[in-house]
Protein backbone atom coordinates (compact mmCIF):
# COMPACT_ATOMS: atom_id res chain seq x y z
CA UNK A 1 0.00 0.00 0.00
CA UNK A 2 1.20 3.26 -0.24
CA UNK A 3 -0.90 6.46 1.34
CA UNK A 4 -0.11 9.65 3.47
CA UNK A 5 -1.79 9.28 7.39
CA UNK A 6 -2.51 12.64 8.30
CA UNK A 7 -3.03 14.28 12.02
CA UNK A 8 -4.09 17.88 12.55
CA UNK A 9 -4.31 19.74 15.90
CA UNK A 10 -5.99 22.98 16.46
CA UNK A 11 -5.57 25.57 18.67
CA UNK A 12 -9.27 26.34 19.24
CA UNK A 13 -12.56 25.28 18.23
CA UNK A 14 -11.95 27.27 14.63
CA UNK A 15 -11.17 24.20 12.24
CA UNK A 16 -8.71 26.93 10.59
CA UNK A 17 -6.78 27.00 13.41
CA UNK A 18 -4.30 24.42 12.87
CA UNK A 19 -1.22 24.41 15.38
CA UNK A 20 0.76 21.20 14.27
CA UNK A 21 0.20 19.12 11.59
CA UNK A 22 1.84 15.56 10.89
CA UNK A 23 1.92 13.12 7.62
CA UNK A 24 3.32 9.76 7.95
CA UNK A 25 4.27 8.61 4.22
CA UNK A 26 4.00 4.76 3.59
CA UNK A 27 5.21 3.46 0.51
CA UNK A 28 5.08 -0.01 -0.32
CA UNK A 29 3.82 -1.13 3.04
CA UNK A 30 6.71 0.77 5.11
CA UNK A 31 6.77 4.01 6.50
CA UNK A 32 9.18 5.31 4.43
CA UNK A 33 9.23 9.44 5.61
CA UNK A 34 8.08 11.40 7.86
CA UNK A 35 6.73 15.29 8.44
CA UNK A 36 6.12 17.07 11.17
CA UNK A 37 5.72 20.75 12.03
CA UNK A 38 4.28 23.61 14.42
CA UNK A 39 2.14 26.13 13.31
CA UNK A 40 1.49 29.28 13.87
CA UNK A 41 -2.43 29.88 13.63
CA UNK A 42 -4.06 32.73 12.81
CA UNK A 43 -6.47 32.82 15.51
CA UNK A 44 -6.46 32.64 19.63
CA UNK A 45 -5.46 29.44 21.54
CA UNK A 46 -8.71 27.81 23.78
CA UNK A 47 -7.81 26.37 27.04
CA UNK A 48 -9.26 23.00 25.99
CA UNK A 49 -7.51 22.62 22.94
CA UNK A 50 -4.08 23.17 24.90
CA UNK A 51 -5.46 20.60 27.46
CA UNK A 52 -5.61 18.10 24.78
CA UNK A 53 -2.64 18.27 23.17
CA UNK A 54 -0.28 20.82 25.32
CA UNK A 55 0.77 23.26 22.28
CA UNK A 56 0.72 26.55 24.11
CA UNK A 57 0.80 30.28 22.30
CA UNK A 58 4.75 30.82 22.98
CA UNK A 59 5.63 27.01 21.32
CA UNK A 60 4.64 28.16 18.38
CA UNK A 61 5.70 31.97 18.32
CA UNK A 62 8.66 30.96 15.58
CA UNK A 63 6.84 28.50 13.80
CA UNK A 64 5.71 28.51 9.90
CA UNK A 65 2.23 29.80 9.20
CA UNK A 66 0.27 27.23 7.33
CA UNK A 67 0.71 28.68 3.97
CA UNK A 68 4.34 28.78 4.60
CA UNK A 69 3.64 24.70 5.09
CA UNK A 70 1.41 24.74 1.93
CA UNK A 71 4.06 24.21 -0.76
CA UNK A 72 6.17 21.90 0.76
CA UNK A 73 3.28 19.45 1.26
CA UNK A 74 0.60 20.16 -1.38
CA UNK A 75 2.38 17.92 -3.47
CA UNK A 76 1.14 14.96 -1.15
CA UNK A 77 -2.46 16.08 -1.96
CA UNK A 78 -3.86 14.55 -5.62
CA UNK A 79 -6.16 13.17 -6.92
CA UNK A 80 -4.49 9.74 -7.34
CA UNK A 81 -3.31 9.97 -3.65
CA UNK A 82 -4.76 8.87 -0.85
CA UNK A 83 -4.63 10.08 2.48
CA UNK A 84 -6.07 8.46 5.64
CA UNK A 85 -6.60 9.78 8.97
CA UNK A 86 -8.14 8.50 12.18
CA UNK A 87 -11.77 10.54 11.76
CA UNK A 88 -10.84 11.68 9.01
CA UNK A 89 -13.70 14.27 8.53
CA UNK A 90 -11.94 16.47 11.18
CA UNK A 91 -8.65 16.21 9.42
CA UNK A 92 -9.52 16.75 6.18
CA UNK A 93 -12.29 19.39 7.59
CA UNK A 94 -9.06 21.67 9.05
CA UNK A 95 -6.98 21.18 5.78
CA UNK A 96 -10.54 22.39 4.13
CA UNK A 97 -11.01 25.37 6.05
CA UNK A 98 -7.05 26.56 6.40
CA UNK A 99 -7.20 26.60 2.77
CA UNK A 100 -10.07 28.53 2.47
CA UNK A 101 -9.34 30.46 5.13
CA UNK A 102 -6.14 31.75 3.71
CA UNK A 103 -7.55 31.85 0.28
CA UNK A 104 -5.16 28.81 -1.02
CA UNK A 105 -6.16 26.37 -4.26
CA UNK A 106 -8.36 23.79 -3.17
CA UNK A 107 -7.45 20.61 -3.48
CA UNK A 108 -8.61 17.25 -4.55
CA UNK A 109 -7.47 13.42 -3.44
CA UNK A 110 -8.67 10.00 -1.83
CA UNK A 111 -9.49 9.65 1.32
CA UNK A 112 -10.02 6.49 4.38
CA UNK A 113 -11.47 7.06 7.56
CA UNK A 114 -9.51 4.75 10.18
CA UNK A 115 -12.30 5.31 12.49
CA UNK A 116 -14.79 3.95 9.91
CA UNK A 117 -12.18 0.73 8.84
CA UNK A 118 -12.22 -0.37 12.27
CA UNK A 119 -15.86 -0.22 13.26
CA UNK A 120 -16.25 -2.08 10.15
CA UNK A 121 -13.57 -4.36 10.39
CA UNK A 122 -13.55 -4.51 14.23
CA UNK A 123 -17.32 -4.45 15.86
CA UNK A 124 -16.65 -5.81 19.21
CA UNK A 125 -14.02 -3.01 20.64
CA UNK A 126 -15.79 -0.81 23.59
CA UNK A 127 -14.76 2.22 21.11
CA UNK A 128 -12.85 3.45 17.96
CA UNK A 129 -10.39 5.72 19.40
CA UNK A 130 -7.42 5.98 18.40
CA UNK A 131 -5.68 4.85 21.33
CA UNK A 132 -8.40 2.55 21.98
CA UNK A 133 -7.84 0.55 18.77
CA UNK A 134 -3.70 0.97 18.98
CA UNK A 135 -4.37 -0.92 22.15
CA UNK A 136 -6.08 -3.80 21.29
CA UNK A 137 -4.28 -4.32 17.98
CA UNK A 138 -0.88 -3.61 20.02
CA UNK A 139 0.53 -0.65 17.71
CA UNK A 140 2.46 1.43 19.63
CA UNK A 141 0.85 5.34 20.51
CA UNK A 142 3.26 6.87 23.36
CA UNK A 143 1.67 10.32 23.01
CA UNK A 144 -1.77 10.79 22.23
CA UNK A 145 -2.74 14.06 20.54
CA UNK A 146 0.99 14.47 19.60
CA UNK A 147 0.37 14.80 15.53
CA UNK A 148 3.64 12.46 14.83
CA UNK A 149 2.80 9.77 17.08
CA UNK A 150 -1.28 9.86 16.34
CA UNK A 151 -0.30 9.62 12.35
CA UNK A 152 2.04 6.95 12.90
CA UNK A 153 -0.08 5.14 14.73
CA UNK A 154 -3.03 5.81 12.13
CA UNK A 155 -0.77 4.14 9.35
CA UNK A 156 -0.17 1.06 11.66
CA UNK A 157 -4.22 1.17 12.07
CA UNK A 158 -4.28 0.61 8.18
CA UNK A 159 -1.51 -1.30 7.69
CA UNK A 160 -2.53 -4.03 10.34
CA UNK A 161 -5.92 -3.89 8.92
CA UNK A 162 -5.11 -4.32 4.86
CA UNK A 163 -2.72 -7.31 6.21
CA UNK A 164 -5.03 -8.96 7.92
CA UNK A 165 -8.21 -8.44 5.84
CA UNK A 166 -6.78 -7.59 2.40
CA UNK A 167 -7.04 -4.32 0.65
CA UNK A 168 -10.28 -5.07 -1.29
CA UNK A 169 -12.18 -4.72 2.04
CA UNK A 170 -10.86 -1.54 2.40
CA UNK A 171 -11.35 -0.37 -1.23
CA UNK A 172 -15.04 0.77 -1.05
CA UNK A 173 -14.97 3.06 2.21
CA UNK A 174 -12.56 5.56 0.10
CA UNK A 175 -13.88 8.78 -1.25
CA UNK A 176 -13.10 11.79 -2.78
CA UNK A 177 -12.02 14.60 -0.67
CA UNK A 178 -12.97 17.99 -1.60
Not at 107 to 118: G, N
Request: aromatic share 10%.
Amino acid sequence: MNFVAMDFETASPKRYSACSLALTIVRDNQVADEFYSLIKPDTEFSWRNVQIHGIHEDDVADAPTFPEIWPVINPLFQSNQLVVAHNAPFDNGVLKSCLEHYSLQRTHYLTLDTVRTSRKLFPDFENHKLDTVCQHLGIELDHHHNALDDSLACANILLYEANNFGTEQLKPMIRMAN
